[in-house]
């Protein structure tokens, strides 16, 4: 079963970059969408952002269109995922996973989910702070 690892999180003034990491501890991921999603204290996880198994299709969330990029190497079996600029209201834990695609998903950030067989990791916090 294919399990992916995050890893590049950390502090981050207001405005700022980070870039996070999606690693295949086990498997390979170049066959499978993977979705990036995010927690932030006292609130439900939330879709950011989905690529497709080339990388050809991605979709973002309303609130970080413009300022995240997510992009994949399968070679590398990684997928990474560019933070800018940065506010307060990114802060949360961070995680990738296994995903699907959402059929007439209502807006960009429903647009994969978690595949069933797939299972949440410990994800990477990220926190937006002067």
């Known amino acids: 079963q294919l399990q992916l690892v995050e890893s590049g999180g950390g502090l981050v003034q207001p405005g700022g970059s980070l870039t996070l990491s999606c690693t295949a501890s086990?498997?390979?991921?170049?066959?499978?969408?993977i979705g990036w999603f995010r927690q932030a204290p006292g609130k439900e996880r939330e879709g950011v952002s989905c690529?497709?198994?080339?990388?050809?299709?991605?979709r973002y969330s309303d609130s970080v269109k413009g300022r995240f990029t997510v992009s994949r190497d399968n070679d590398k079996n990684t997928v990474r995922l560019r933070l800018d600029n940065l506010s307060p209201e990114d802060t949360a834990i961070y995680y990738c996973v296994p995903a699907r695609w959402v059929t007439n998903a209502t807006d960009d950030g429903r647009a994969c989910i978690k595949a069933s067989s797939a299972s949440w990791g410990q994800g990477t916090q990220v926190t937006v702070s002067s």
């Open positions: 086990r498997g390979t991921l170049q066959y499978t969408p």
């Open positions: 690529i497709g198994n080339s990388g050809s299709l991605v």
